[in-house]
């Protein structure tokens, strides 16, 4: 499974960003997805995850109530949108898919990672 995340940039506090990220895998509908990220000088951290469905999503506290964890089955992508950034939000953001049953929020847990797109929210 190929994952291809893009939508970084820079963007001001309060302000949004919309995240993508494209799987190869045509079986995409089988695959949990899962978003996390990285600060400078810190580790990889969970964000958000959303079911094989779309029916069941789970956020990390830091996020919940502004980013939203999305996916469109039928075009292989899932979305993370990201509303009232803060500077604390500012990361590289990393697509990750996982086969197994149950939503994963632990980093080795998944197996498919994509590159990472970058974020940096301006104060």
């Known amino acids: 499974v190929q994952l291809q995340a893009y939508g970084g940039g820079l963007v001001q506090a309060g302000g949004s960003l919309r995240l993508s990220c494209a799987a190869s895998?045509?079986?995409?509908?089988?695959?949990?997805m899962g978003w996390f990220r990285q600060a400078p000088g810190k580790e990889r951290e969970f964000v958000a995850v959303?079911?094989?469905?779309?029916?069941?999503?789970y956020y990390a506290d830091s996020v919940k109530g502004r980013f939203t964890i999305s996916r469109e089955n039928a075009k292989n992508t899932v979305y993370l949108q990201m509303n009232s950034l803060k500077p604390e939000d500012t990361a590289v953001y990393y697509c990750?898919?996982?086969?197994?049953?149950?939503?994963?929020?632990?980093?080795?847990?998944?197996?498919?990672w994509g590159q990472g797109t970058e974020v940096t929210v301006s104060s």
């Open positions: 990750a898919a996982d086969r197994g049953s149950g939503l994963r929020v632990v980093l080795k847990e998944y197996e498919y």
């Open positions: 959303i079911s094989r469905s779309g029916s069941t999503t």
């Open positions: 895998e045509r079986t995409y509908s089988r695959l949990n």
